[in-house]
C-alpha cells in the first residue's frame, strides 16, 4: 500500500527529477518538464504547479539558494534539491516502480459496457481500434529506434513500456476479433438476439438479479 506522502501530486516528483539535475526557478523547472516531455509519462495539472512548488518549499524538500532577475522581468526564486527532497525521490521511485495499482484505462471502461452495442458495430468499431493502434505502434517503434541512436536507453524505458502496452493490446484484440468474427465468441447468440428483438435473455436477467441482490437477502 502506497504511504501517505507530504506532497502525493505526481507533478511533485517531476520536479524533483528536474531539480536532481540542477537548481532552477520554477518556469525553467516547467520548461525543462515540457521539454521532457514529463507531461505525457505522468498525469498532472500545471495549475497547480506553483501551489506544489510552495508545498515542496515548505516541507523541506527543495530550497530557495538565490532571486535572479532577468532584463525587466519579475525577480525569480531559484530552487535546489534537498537532501530530503533526494530521499523522497528515490523512495517514491521504488515505490512506482515495485508496487502494481490499479488503474483505470478509458479503453476498460468501454469494453464494460461493450454490451450496449450491437455485436456487428463492435466488432467493426474494435476493428478500427486495432487499426489506429497498428499506425501508431508503427510509428512509435520508427521514433523509438531513431531516439536511440542519441539517446541512451535508459532514459527512454517508459517509452518501451508503452510500446509493449500497446502490443500487447493489438495482440488481445487480434484474438478477440478473431472470435467475434467465427462467431465462437461465448454468448454472442444472446447478445445479437437483444439487440435485434429488444428481450432481455433469460440468463442475463438472473444474473443481474443474483449479483445486485444484498448479501443477507437470501429470499
Not at 97 to 104: A, D, F, G, K
Amino acid at each position: 500500500m502506497p504511504k501517505q506522502r507530504k506532497v502525493g501530486n505526481l507533478l511533485a516528483l517531476a520536479v524533483l527529477s528536474a531539480l536532481v539535475q540542477r537548481p532552477m526557478h520554477p518556469y525553467e523547472i516547467a520548461t525543462a518538464l515540457r521539454s521532457w516531455g514529463k507531461d505525457q509519462d505522468m498525469e498532472f495539472k500545471w495549475g497547480s504547479f506553483y501551489t506544489v512548488i510552495r508545498n515542496m518549499d515548505k516541507h523541506d524538500m527543495i530550497e530557495a539558494v538565490e532571486s535572479v532577475r532577468e532584463g525587466r522581468r519579475p525577480e525569480r526564486t531559484v530552487y535546489r534539491i534537498t537532501d530530503a527532497g533526494r530521499a523522497e525521490l528515490v523512495d517514491w521511485a521504488r515505490e512506482l516502480v515495485s508496487t502494481p495499482m490499479p488503474e483505470q484505462p478509458r479503453f476498460r471502461a468501454g469494453l464494460s459496457v461493450l454490451a450496449a452495442l450491437h455485436p456487428d458495430e463492435a466488432t467493426e468499431l474494435l476493428r478500427q481500434r486495432l487499426d489506429l493502434l497498428d499506425d501508431a505502434i508503427r510509428q512509435d517503434r520508427a521514433t523509438l529506434d531513431g531516439h536511440l541512436r542519441e539517446v541512451p536507453r535508459l532514459f527512454l524505458v517508459e517509452s518501451e513500456y508503452d510500446l509493449a502496452l500497446r502490443a500487447a493490446e493489438a495482440a488481445w484484440l487480434r484474438t478477440l476479433l478473431a472470435e467475434l468474427t467465427a462467431g465462437t465468441y461465448p454468448g454472442l447468440d444472446s447478445w445479437r438476439a437483444y439487440h435485434e428483438t429488444g428481450d432481455v435473455p433469460a440468463e442475463l436477467t438472473e444474473l443481474a438479479e443474483r449479483t445486485g441482490r444484498p448479501e443477507h437477502d437470501t429470499d
